[in-house]
């Protein structure tokens, strides 16, 4: 029977088939921060449990640590120092792989894992983070857990796994110059809503998604559950293969293993004729830099647009809260912040990116710009590039890593009412700040609102530099 | 056995994607257990900047106060993974929300610690809604044996699977009945890892790699 790659990796791996619904899932991969874990290892304790394979599981302090430049890393907060060094004594106890506060490659759980080759074709990777989605660029299968689940992970390796529908969203086309998968992503949101692929797992096809390379498919699969998903992926190709050999040493020098994975991999695609319960198609041609305008991932428009009439009550109440009116252009908004960083765009190429559109220009007056690298490898190979000195020059604050602004859940918090160019996931009432606005956008484009001062379409700037 | 009935007050929430984030802010996520989370819930809709309780909140007004059930916007709980929305909401009280769609996480979260959700049609939303706005307080009640949920607006039915179901009326321990399929995991996982080798430890292989770089 034809199969579609969603199918195949949760047939594969599938313990016991439980009921009608649910399989015993088995997880290769099973990833932690120190916020969604405590109670999980409490649970444990509680039951005199150990974690069945600790080599399979790793923990990182990312959403609490503070992202100051300095060279040793203080968790000021008592309550957050307390998470912190709570998951190291966990992991100890556990014999659990920690990359720890001050740890040379600490840094977002979706940005280390697959920069240093934890994750890799085929691979059912799981997360008490709903944004492990991520991982699907590399076709593995990921998604987020809450705590409860956590602990059941760290018992069996395993989850209680109710199965989702499949949906194959098929963009085609070349991406104009000036967009990148984060507008294709926000696009697609816009689209179909945000509750629009919930209750499926999606699966990207098309000659765009096979122009992109990996980081930029970290950022389109990554942001696939801000339209409600269970999973996203992409069949690995060519460009994937080579993504996970460059980052996996002990693989790339074992050349029968080698051959042997590779030609497992090449099985990891839908069946010609699977059926898929939904199908989306779009066109990347015509596609403008997308910014959101509201207090959802979904209210999102061309940079060129106006800003839309109200057509339910949710959207009155956005409107409301970004302090925008319909009818307005969304460019020339003055914003007062920017962030750069996040498991959705704080990679190198996102940095690169920045660095392209910044060129010798300056952060404009008034504005407050930071740049958090996702991880620790980020920041250095930033540095060796000399992003960071060009950024530095051009008055973007350089951060050490972490979620930060993506949640604001360390000391790195907007006040009321600032405006915010955005690099990450999540436009939510609050998120970055109570009162904050946040508007949602490329690397790119954020860059564009840094050097102006207010929303701008990016492509104004590079054709000026041309 | 639980209760099978959850009835009273029920306050409505007529707002679409109500995300994690809003049902209880980061700044409540700081600690290792799980005590008092209620004071987090829905922090921002509640007070206001300077911690005074918002009179345009519906759990703040007269009738609403400890209110058993929540009436959903469609996508309830949407978002962040953080079950810390589903401790809080209990532990302020919470024993059902109704709504006609939720976050996929959130569901499997609430299932996971018995709070009931009972996703309904839009349309009985939309009823449920408007009485509320026109008559005040109105009561609801959930029937989970018969997956009814029954109002002045007339009655829905709402789906669980069979596994929800024995969690929420017999208590199954979900992690309890797994550890069962102990030797079937060690067995699967033995065979996986040969068909796999690549795949074996990746965590551990990976940390090993990186401790050994000359710092």
């Known amino acids: 029977m034809s199969k579609t790659l969603y199918r195949k990796l949760v047939d594969a791996h599938t313990v016991v088939q439980l009921d009608a619904d649910n399989v015993l899932l088995y997880a290769d991969l099973h990833l932690m921060n120190e916020y ?4 999980a290892f409490a649970g444990l304790a509680e039951r005199g449990l150990t974690t069945l394979y600790p080599g399979q599981n790793v923990a990182t302090v990312s959403h609490i640590i503070p992202t100051h430049a300095d060279k040793l890393r203080i968790i000021a907060d008592g309550d957050s120092a307390l998470q912190a060094s709570n998951l190291k004594r966990n992991c100890e106890r556990h014999g659990i792989p920690l990359f720890d506060t001050n740890d040379r490659f600490q840094g977002i759980e979706h940005v280390i894992a697959p920069e240093h080759g934890m994750i890799r074709p085929g691979m059912v990777v799981i997360c008490g983070d709903s944004h492990t989605t991520t991982y699907g660029a590399l076709g593995a299968l990921g998604f987020g857990i809450g705590t409860t689940e956590v602990e059941h992970l760290l018992a069996t390796q395993t989850l209680v796994y109710r199965m989702a529908g499949d949906m194959r969203i098929r963009i ?19 689209h179909i809503g945000a509750q629009g692929a919930r209750g499926y797992v999606v699966e990207f096809t098309g000659s765009t998604i096979a122009a992109l390379s990996i980081e930029a498919r970290f950022t389109l699969c990554n942001m696939a559950v801000e339209a409600g998903a269970r999973g996203a992926l992409i069949a690995p190709d060519a460009t994937a293969v080579r993504y996970v050999l460059d980052h996996c040493p002990d693989l790339a020098g074992d050349a029968q293993m080698r051959e042997r994975a590779v030609a497992q991999w090449a099985q990891l695609a839908s069946d010609p004729d699977a059926v898929f319960d939904i199908e989306h198609r779009f066109e990347a041609a015509g596609l403008a830099p997308i910014v959101t305008w509201g207090t959802s991932p979904d209210q999102a428009m061309p940079v060129t647009g106006r800003v839309p009439e109200a057509r339910h009550a949710s959207d009155t109440r956005a409107l409301q809260y970004a302090g925008l009116a319909s009818g307005m252009p969304l460019a020339g908004v003055d914003i007062q912040h920017v962030f750069i960083g996040s498991c959705t765009n704080g990679r190198i190429e996102d940095l690169r990116a920045v660095a392209a559109v910044v060129g010798g220009r300056k952060v404009a007056p008034g504005v407050r710009a930071m740049v958090v690298p996702g991880s620790g490898a980020v920041r250095e190979q930033a540095e060796r590039e000399g992003i960071a000195a060009q950024l530095i020059a051009a008055g973007f604050e350089w951060r050490k890593p972490g979620c930060s602004m993506c949640l604001a859940m360390n000391d790195d918090v907007l006040a009321p009412a600032i405006r915010c160019a955005s690099t990450t996931n999540r436009n939510f009432e609050g998120r970055q700040g109570r009162g904050a606005i946040t508007h949602l956008m490329s690397p790119a484009m954020a860059a564009a609102a840094a050097v102006t001062g207010k929303i701008t379409d990016v492509r104004t700037l590079l054709e000026h530099a041309q | 056995m639980m209760q099978t009935i959850i ?14 984030d809003q049902i209880i802010p980061k700044q409540f996520l700081r600690g ?19 911690g005074a309780p918002r009179v345009d909140f519906v759990l703040n007004q007269p009738g609403y106060a400890g209110a058993p059930i929540l009436l959903g916007g469609a996508n309830f709980g949407c978002g962040s993974s953080r079950e810390h929305a589903v401790w809080g909401l209990q532990q302020f009280g919470v024993r059902a929300v109704i709504a006609s769609s939720f976050g996929e996480i959130f569901y499997s979260n609430a299932m996971n610690n018995g709070l009931m959700l009972a996703t309904v049609p839009e349309e009985y939303m939309e009823c449920l809604f408007a009485l509320a706005a026109s008559s005040g307080p109105i009561e609801v009640r959930v029937d989970v044996e018969r997956l009814e949920v029954s109002s002045a607006a007339g009655t829905a039915r709402f789906t669980l699977s069979e596994r929800h179901r024995r969690m929420f009326m017999d208590g199954l321990d979900m992690l309890g009945a797994s550890l069962q399929h102990l030797p079937a995991i060690r067995e699967f996982a033995g065979r996986w890892q040969q068909d796999h080798p690549w795949l074996k430890d990746v965590a551990a292989g990976a940390r090993a790699r990186l401790d050994r770089l000359p710092s």
């Open chain 1, 36 to 39: 969604t874990s405590p109670q």
């Open chain 1, 172 to 190: 085609d086309g070349e991406l104009p110059p000036g967009t990148t998968a984060k507008d294709l992503v926000l696009m697609v949101i816009a």
């Open chain 2, 7 to 20: 009835e009273g007050v029920a306050a409505p929430l007529p707002i679409a994607n109500l995300d994690t």
């Open chain 2, 32 to 50: 290792i257990d799980k005590a008092g989370l209620d004071r987090g819930i829905f922090y921002d809709l509640r007070f206001d900047a300077a």
